[in-house]
């Protein structure tokens, strides 16, 4: 089983971040909607959920990759009651 770690976004440095969400909002997909969003929207989009807390930043451990995973998904991973 996997272990996670929360990361908060202001322990980690700016431009760490700024390089973590640019290569999250880059990743391999398709966007179905009816325009195409520019990289840097869809950076800032990732940028506001994670300081409002809608994302949290995980760190798995076990194979030392991290991802953004929406609140009740983290709450589950980390098995916090809260």
Not at 45 to 67: I, K, T
């Amino acid at each position: 089983m996997a272990s996670f770690l929360r990361i908060p976004p202001e322990r980690v440095p700016p431009e760490t971040l700024a390089a973590l969400l640019e290569e999250y909002a880059s990743r391999d997909g398709t966007d179905y909607g009816e325009r195409e969003v520019p990289l840097a929207e869809k950076r800032e989009a990732l940028s506001r959920q994670l300081a409002a807390g809608d994302l949290q930043l995980l760190f798995d451990v076990d194979s030392e990759s991290w991802d953004l995973v929406p609140r009740d998904r983290a709450r589950d991973l980390l098995g916090d009651a809260s």
